[in-house]
Structure formats: C-alpha cells, structure tokens
C-alpha cells in the first residue's frame, strides 16, 4: 500500500510517497481503507519540525502524516467492535491518515450516519472537535454573549461560527473581504476585514475572543474584549505570548489542545447530518500531490477544509 513520509524535517518536498508494509491489527483495532484525510496546519508544522508534534515523533523517523481520516473499514480485530467491514467510519487519529490504508483503535472511531457525505466527514473531525472544546470547555461561551473569531473562513473558524451561532452567541467574525460572503452564509452576524486596523479597533467589545491566527493577531485583538471577558488562543506555538496579553489586561486566558472525545464527534455528525452544520471542502488533492496541499495550508489563507483522497 501506498504511504507519504518524511524521513527528515523540512519543506514540502520532504513528503514522499513509499510502498509501505500493511500494518498487523490488534484484537481492538479495526483496518481502515482511507477514502479522505483532513490536512491540517499541524501537519505542515510537524513536517517542518516545529511545535510538540514534533518533538513527539523526533525520535521515530520515518513519519507519516494525518491526524484525522474517513474510510471503510477493510477488517475487524478479534474483539468485540461496533463497526463491520464495509462500515464508513471517521475519527481522529495519532498520524498516519496520509495512507491508502491504516490500523486504528476501534474506539477512536465514530460511524458515520449515512446522510453525512465521505468529505464533509473527513473535514469535521480535528477542526470541530478543536471549534467545540474551544467554543465550550475552554471558552464557556454562554447564549447572549459577543465572541469574536479570528480566521473565521479557515477549517477550525468556519465550524466555530456556526457551533457559536447554534449556541446562541452573536458572532463576529475576522475575514479578509472575500470571504466575506462565505462567513456570513455560515451566520456570522458581523464580519471585519483584518486588514482594516480601524474597523477591527471599532468592534464593540466581546465577551470571548477565540484566537485562531495566534502572535502579533492574537496579542493586538485582546484589546477588543470586555474587562471581565475572556480569550482562549488555539495556535499552541504562541500561546504564552498571547495569554500573557490577555492577562496584562486583566482578562481570563487560556490556550488549549484538542481531545478526542466520541460523545462529540457523535454530536458533530449528527449536526452535519441534521443540515445544522456544514463542512466546506475547497480542494481535493490526490494522496501523490501531498506537497502542493502542504504548500496551500502553509500559505494561511485555505477556505474551509483541504483533504487528500485515498
Ligand atoms: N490547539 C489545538 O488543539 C489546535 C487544533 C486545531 C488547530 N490549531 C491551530 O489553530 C490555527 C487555525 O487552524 P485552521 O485549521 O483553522 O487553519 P487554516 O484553515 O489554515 O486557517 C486559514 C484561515 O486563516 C485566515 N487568516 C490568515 N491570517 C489571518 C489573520 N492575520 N487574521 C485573521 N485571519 C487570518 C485566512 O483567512 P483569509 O483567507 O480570509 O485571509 C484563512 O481563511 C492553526 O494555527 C492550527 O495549527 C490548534
């Protein structure tokens, strides 16, 4: 089966595509055919050697990619699981979804409810776990409230405008000016051109910023939040630059790390399979051209989700 790699940090040509062994399954794994894998800025860091992604697998070279995947399941483990072959599951993973095909923990997967399309699905797993658990857990974003999304149009921003909607929050949403008609499809009820200084300074203030860009963006936009409000910054790398000027201020400021939890990823799919969630997929990439995905993540302005097909 076909596989992409890293056997070094470095750009995106360090990705490459190898005959690689079929993985042996343990009696609590399931064999997944990849139909999708979500390519995600983590992904690019880690291939760069950035970040605690790699200080993870440093050690344990070569290192294929992805963390989260929808397929159908090839071949069951001889313990008791809930999925059959030919079952369509999705979860996340830890790596290795930038592979034809992948041994994975049957409790890390979700089934899939049927009207949930194999895309939607394989771009809803990290970026709604990421937009939920920073919208709730971290952030307590209550009905009534102001929050403002950096990155609304992005993977994890465009599931967080509508999560924050469907929660009951006024969202004001940070885009560049073509997106913007995409974010306020999506329910934003104010959308803010970043670029624009003066209109970003004339927001009203908020009760919770969800900072999806991090450094100098997350450090400048906790100028807009309420004296008691609140900031929860989801780029890892700059997090203690932004929680300290959120607390300069006074504000409550904490950064965060997605989880794998399938209560939610249950809920998720549900939302997406009820119409109360839409997972916008702008581009497709043959598993061969995992580079030129890697580049279009890297360059920060992805619409939506990019996913690498099986
Ligand atoms: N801690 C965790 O557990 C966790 C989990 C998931 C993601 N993350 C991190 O969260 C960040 C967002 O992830 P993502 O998947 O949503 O990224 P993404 O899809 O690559 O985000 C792309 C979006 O960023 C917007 N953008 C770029 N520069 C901006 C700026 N200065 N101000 C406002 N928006 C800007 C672009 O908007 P325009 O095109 O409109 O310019 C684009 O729509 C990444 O750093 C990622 O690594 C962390």
């Given at each position: 089966m076909k596989q992409l790699v890293i056997s070094a940090f470095g750009g995106p040509e360090q990705l490459t595509l190898v005959e690689a062994e079929h993985p042996p399954l343990a009696a609590n794994q399931l064999r997944l055919k990849m139909l999708y894998a979500g390519v995600n800025p983590i992904d690019a860091k880690t291939r760069a050697g950035l970040g605690w992604g790699a200080q993870a697998i440093k050690d344990s070279l070569p290192w294929s990619p992805g963390f989260e995947v929808m397929g159908e399941v090839l071949e069951v483990g001889s313990e008791v699981c809930r999925f059959l072959p030919g079952d369509r599951a999705f979860g996340l993973v830890r790596g290795g979804a930038y592979s034809e095909e992948l041994v994975v923990n049957c409790d890390e997967m979700m089934p899939l409810p049927d009207e949930v399309p194999d895309d939607m699905a394989a771009g809803l797993a990290l970026a709604g776990t990421t937009a939920w658990q920073g919208l709730t857990r971290?952030?307590?974003?209550?009905?009534?409230?102001?929050?403002?999304?950096?990155?609304?149009?992005?993977?994890?921003?465009?599931?967080?405008?509508?999560?924050?909607?469907?929660?009951?929050?006024?969202?004001?949403?940070?885009?560049?000016?073509?997106?913007?008609?995409?974010?306020?499809g999506l329910g934003a009820d104010e959308?803010?051109?970043?670029h624009d200084e003066a209109a970003v300074a004339a927001i009203e203030p908020v009760d919770l910023l969800l900072d999806l860009v991090g450094g100098t963006s997350g450090e400048s936009l906790v100028s807009q939040v309420k004296p008691s409000g609140r900031v929860v910054t989801v780029p890892t790398i700059t997090a203690d630059k932004v929680i300290a000027a959120a607390k300069a201020r006074g504000l409550n400021a904490t950064g965060m790390l997605k989880e794998s939890d399938s209560e939610q990823l249950a809920m998720l799919a549900k939302a997406v399979a009820e119409g109360r969630l839409r997972v916008e997929v702008s581009q497709v990439f043959d598993l061969a051209d995992g580079a030129e995905a890697h580049r279009q993540i890297e360059a920060g302005h992805t619409r939506g989700k990019l996913l690498l097909r099986g």
């Open positions: 971290h952030g307590a974003l209550q009905a009534g409230e102001r929050i403002l999304i950096s990155a609304a149009a992005g993977g994890v921003g465009h599931l967080a405008v509508q999560l924050a909607r469907g929660l009951g929050a006024t969202v004001v949403a940070l885009a560049s000016s073509g997106n913007h008609d995409f974010v306020k959308v803010v051109d970043y």
